[in-house]
């Protein structure tokens, strides 16, 4: 999948980009109006990440010229809290979707992944991911051990459904932090840790039940039963 972020705000622009190339895809990154507008005219891309306070060109601008030129890339729009008006008024302009800063990782892309399927080139992404007698249901959001449904929060549940993404590989603290709180995270907290300990409590021990272990100087990875 092959994106095209227009964001001015170089910190924002950073982590979108960093998690979306740590999935895997192709990112460009446009920092005004006027460059999204070129880039995505040339219509290389399968989504379009578009902020909408841009220097040059707002990206109300940027989307409406894009749909003039019969451009039909799915784009989403970034949008301030307060800015009820300017997401209906992008939806209006064509925009396909919006997204509300600040976001968690996670959200922006199954978000990206949606549209993308939606316009019809993208595969969907299995819905049940499971590790030894683990499952997650991403349909019903269910966690079962076993015959055991786990009574398992939000977050929880984010962060495991990022380990069972990839069992077996590391995830850095920064990681977890950035996929499942957002950019607007303190680095400097705890909270990956204490949801790591509360995670693992819950999923307890048994002879198939895969463990969170530790990685000294790096991180947590989730470790297959033998
Ligand atoms: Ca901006």
Same mark, same amino acid.
């Given at each position: ?11 924002? /622009? ?13 990112? !460009?990154?446009?920092? #005004?109006?006027?460059? +999204? ?5 040339? +219509? $290389? ?13 707002? *990206?109300?601008?940027?989307? $409406?010229?894009? &749909?003039?030129?019969? %451009? @039909? ?5 970034? !949008?301030?809290? #307060?800015? @009820?008006?300017?997401?209906?008024? *992008? ?12 976001? $968690?990782?996670?959200?922006?892309? /199954? ?8 316009? +019809? ?11 030894? $007698? ?5 349909? =019903? ?7 055991? &449904? ?13 380990? @069972? ?12 932090? =950035? =996929?499942?709180?957002?950019?607007? =995270?303190?680095?400097?907290?705890? %909270?990956?840790?204490?949801? %790591? ?5 819950? @999923?307890?021990?048994?002879? #198939? %039940?895969?463990?969170?272990? !530790?990685?000294? +100087?790096? *991180? ?7």
């Amino acid at each position: 999948m092959n994106v095209l972020l227009v964001e001015d705000e170089r910190r924002v /622009a950073d982590f979108i980009e960093r998690g979306l190339k740590a999935e895997g895809f192709g990112v !460009t990154v446009a920092r #005004d109006g006027l460059d +999204g507008l070129d880039l995505g005219q040339q +219509g $290389a891309f399968d989504v379009i990440v578009l902020d909408l306070m841009l220097p040059r060109l707002h *990206g109300h601008e940027v989307c $409406a010229q894009l &749909r003039r030129n019969g %451009v @039909l890339t799915p784009i989403l729009m970034l !949008t301030a809290m #307060d800015e @009820l008006d300017d997401r209906v008024k *992008g939806l209006k302009l064509g925009a396909d979707d919006y997204l509300t800063k600040p976001f $968690a990782f996670d959200e922006l892309l /199954a978000r990206l992944e949606a549209l993308v399927r939606r316009a +019809g080139n993208f595969e969907k992404p299995t819905e049940r991911v499971s590790c030894g $007698a683990l499952v997650f249901d991403r349909e =019903s959001m269910i966690v079962t051990c076993g015959e055991q &449904r786990l009574d398992l929060t939000a977050k929880e549940i984010a962060i495991l459904d990022l380990f @069972l993404g990839a069992p077996g590989k590391v995830f850095s603290r920064q990681r977890i932090l =950035s =996929s499942v709180w957002g950019y607007d =995270s303190d680095p400097l907290t705890n %909270v990956v840790d204490v949801y %790591v300990g509360r995670l693992r409590r819950k @999923l307890g021990s048994g002879p #198939d %039940v895969p463990a969170i272990e !530790t990685v000294r +100087g790096h *991180g947590y990875r989730l470790d297959k039963p033998a």
